[in-house]
């Protein structure tokens, strides 16, 4: 079946601009997450999403960081203003419905290399 | 969650079976223990996850001591396509929703010689 799929798959950018990264999760996955693994590092947490719910937003590193999730399915990323330490690859995870017991594996996709000249 | 020790690297012939051990002497009785890993230019990707019965599963086995504060991964037959960074990673079962992100270290790179 079609796992995580991950757009674009590599981004170059200026300083300064804008970027948009998607993410489609697993058909029927409620949760959804978005990490950064910045060059010989782990991943770090950005954002999470569970159904309906406010998401919770504790790992995003400054305000020009947000994130949407449109009707429960696919989400976008945001970064504004980029800066050069915002290079990394952004991965995404979707798994199914995480209420109580943090049992469910997680699935990524392949991320986005995003690179800031 | 509570940290997890793993060795920086191993390496094993392929073939062969390999043994990727775990500390975690700070397991709470509520910590499932994770594994993913991740190949190269890939995503992570799950492995396996028990809380205290040796699992089984296609990929691999995880066994876990008696005491749970450390764990073992063990692939049966190492090839190629396994030479990745192996991720041992806790989770508590009961972390009230809106925190199971996934914690990652620093990872075992495996390195499998043919």
């Known amino acids: 079946g079609a796992g995580v799929s991950q757009s674009p798959s590599n981004k170059v950018t200026e300083k300064g601009k804008d970027v948009e990264l998607r993410c489609d999760p697993i058909?029927?996955?409620?949760?959804l997450y978005w990490y950064r693994q910045s060059l010989g590092q782990g991943l770090e947490f950005l954002i999470y999403?569970?159904?309906?719910?406010?998401?919770?937003k504790s790992g995003l590193p400054s305000d020009r960081f947000s994130a949407e999730r449109t009707g429960g399915s696919v989400s976008t990323l945001t970064i504004q203003r980029t800066q050069q330490e915002d290079s990394a690859v952004y991965l995404c995870?979707?798994?199914?419905?995480?209420?109580?017991?943090?049992?469910?594996?997680?699935?990524f996709g392949d991320g986005t290399r995003l690179s800031i000249l | 969650d509570a940290k997890t020790t793993q060795p920086n690297s191993m390496e094993s012939n392929e073939e062969e079976p390999v043994h990727l051990p775990c500390n975690h002497s700070?397991?709470?009785?509520?910590?499932?223990i994770h594994w993913y890993r991740q190949l190269p230019s890939q995503g992570p990707e799950y492995v396996i996850h028990?809380?205290?019965s040796n699992v089984n599963n296609r990929m691999a086995s995880l066994a876990i001591a008696e005491d749970r504060k450390s764990s073992t991964l063990i692939l049966h037959r190492a090839t190629l396509r396994d030479a990745a960074v192996y991720y041992c990673?806790?989770?508590?079962?009961?972390?009230?929703?809106?925190?199971?992100?996934?914690?990652f270290g620093k990872g075992t790179k495996l390195s499998v010689k043919p």
């Open positions: 999403f569970q159904g309906n719910s406010a998401p919770d």
């Open positions: 995870a979707s798994s199914l419905a995480e209420t109580g017991y943090s049992n469910q594996p997680q699935h």
């Open positions: 990673i806790l989770r508590d079962r009961n972390y009230g929703g809106s925190q199971g992100n996934l914690i």
């Open positions: 058909s029927g996955h409620t949760a």
């Open positions: 700070t397991i709470s009785g509520t910590d499932y």
């Open positions: 028990g809380l205290t």
